[in-house]
T-cell receptor, first 112, second 111 residues
């Protein structure tokens, strides 16, 4: 039973394309996140989503948009992909009132 | 910019030794602190959380927090080769609802 699952695990696409990464958690957590990890392993918050309240890291380009159909899902949609978007993207979730985040297995995005 | 800083390493220790990992944070409003372990090609895994000044022990791991010095550390006793990984320090700021990570320290335990 995977607690936080992401699909796909690998994604290779051309510049300019639009792509989505899906995330689902079965932990009953109220807060979900998207993180980007670059080649230097630096893990940076992109979005957090709690009870329909979205908190956006101001450095994230507006080509990135999270979409949450329900509490258990937080998908990431990316428009007009650029070479610099290549990274590993992690979805995570945490219970309300704590920041103990549980991570999905990651999606390695390569833009060519 | 709220920052969490760690020595990137690599840090090498012999098997059985104590590994000491350090972290400092800039935001005095940070309330909770976490250590994650990340094996190469895998996702971060929470191993310790600490909320108040002092030490917290869990098995071979001890987390230490000093809010006055804005300093967090992780000690790994009796280090094993399986402990070889990157260790990420993270600080939670409730007002911003943001978990900020350091860049990680790469630990290698030599058999």
């Amino acid at each position: 039973d995977t607690a936080v699952s992401q699909t796909p695990k690998y994604l290779v696409t051309q510049m300019g394309n639009d792509k989505s990464i899906k995330c689902e958690q079965n932990l009953g957590h109220d807060t979900m996140y998207w993180y980007k990890q670059d080649s230097k392993k630096f893990l940076k918050i992109m979005f957090s989503y709690n009870n329909k309240e979205l908190i956006i890291n101001e450095t994230v380009p507006n080509r990135f948009s999270p979409k949450s159909p329900d509490k258990a899902h937080l998908n990431l949609h990316i428009n007009s992909l650029e070479l610099g978007d290549s990274a590993v993207y992690f979805c995570a979730s945490s219970p309300t009132g704590t920041a103990e985040a549980f991570f999905g297995q990651g999606t390695r995005l390569t833009v060519v | 910019q709220k920052e969490v800083e760690q020595n990137s390493g690599p840090l090498s220790v012999p098997e059985g030794a104590i590994a000491s990992l350090n972290c400092t944070y800039s935001d005095r409003g940070s309330q909770s602190f976490f250590w994650y372990r990340q094996y190469s090609g895998k996702s971060p895994e929470l191993i310790m959380s600490i909320y108040s000044n002092g030490d917290k022990e869990d098995g071979r791991f001890t987390a230490q927090l000093n809010k006055a010095s804005q300093y967090v550390s992780l000690l790994i006793r009796d280090s094993q080769p399986s402990d070889s990984a990157t260790y990420l320090c993270a600080a939670w700021t409730g007002s911003a609802r943001q978990l900020t990570f350091g860049s990680g320290t790469q630990l290698t335990v030599l058999p």
